[in-house]
């Protein structure tokens, strides 16, 4: 599933991995290069063009396809405007990157920056792609005022278009009750709105922000709490214990996945949870940790945890 920006300034907690419509397009003419622009067509040209840049138009050929495989964090220096001629039905120029290295495309490094009528593809439609926890972006801004994002098409990035310093947290560990936000938006929908809560769970005040996400999930079946009546609200998440709630969120509450084989070496079989690990390596979800390891007690991430609702719900 494509993303389709009109204006992207800010990353919502809840609803950062899902796509967002398309704007309606009401005028169908493409942005026009101003006569002061750097016009340009190739990799070389465009570099060349940002290096040491402020202050100045950039603009991407309508017929360009331009691969930055294996950059990261260009700069976007102040005053820069960086577009093509996309608007309506018209495309624009093509920027893309084909691999995870950086996990930024382009850096903010100054006020008053625009990017307006670009194609913006990411790495994470290729088909061997297993980058769980890496948090591709197009556009990475921090610190800095009067950023315009405007008339864009954002693709195939696995944590956002536009991402904001510190309203993600792609490192940080991922607490139960940010998890039952994430899997009924995934399964239902960016608009999905769980009825209000009645009190189910003793350490779960209600009402409460996370409340009725969690009794919601509770209520379809995909976690029975943590013991005692209790749900945890504000513990981790670990690896193993996501693979059950990915594949009952998926499949329903009565889902029992076929028998593991031992695909994993740190995963014993029979095991707990090898059978649903296993099963989601095998629906594509997942790839490992690394060398050929699962590393299910490590703590599941924010950033792998957008890949997996990304891979589990198809939103991409």
Known sequence: MRRFATVVLAVSLYASFRSVPAASAQVSLPLPAPPQA????????????????????IYVADDAVIDLTGLHDLP???????????????????????????GRLFAVKGNNVRVRGL??????GLPDEKNDGVAAIAIRADR??????????????????????????VDAPTMRQQMAVFLLKGKHGLCYTPPPCTGTFGDVPCPSTFADWIEALSAEGITGGCGGGNYCPTNPVRRDQMAV???????????????CT???????????????????????????????????????????????????????
Request: glycine share 14%; with cysteine; net charge positive.
């Open 144 to 169: 800095y005022r009067g950023l315009e994002v405007t008339d864009n098409e954002f693709y195939h990035w696995t944590h956002a278009g536009v991402a904001v310093r510190g309203n993600y947290g």
């Open 38 to 57: 750097v016009l340009v067509h190739t990799r070389a040209e465009l570099l060349t063009a940002l290096k040491n840049a402020t202050n100045t138009t």
């Open 262 to 316: 031992g695909a994993f070496p740190d995963v014993p079989c029979p095991s707990t949870f090898a059978d649903w690990i296993e099963q989601l390596a095998a629906e594509g979800i997942t790839g490992g940790c690394g060398g050929g390891n699962y590393c299910p007690l490590n703590n599941n991430t924010r950033g792998q945890m957008a890949v997996f609702i990304t891979k589990t719900f198809n939103l991409q």
């Open 245 to 259: 709630f990915l594949l009952k969120a998926e499949h329903g509450s009565s889902y029992t996945p076929p028998a």
């Open 76 to 102: 976007l220096n102040e005053g820069i405007t960086l577009m093509s001629g996309r608007r309506g039905v018209k495309r624009g120029g093509l920027i893309y990157k084909n691999d995870f290295e950086g």
């Open 119 to 124: 194609r913006l593809r990411g790495p994470s």
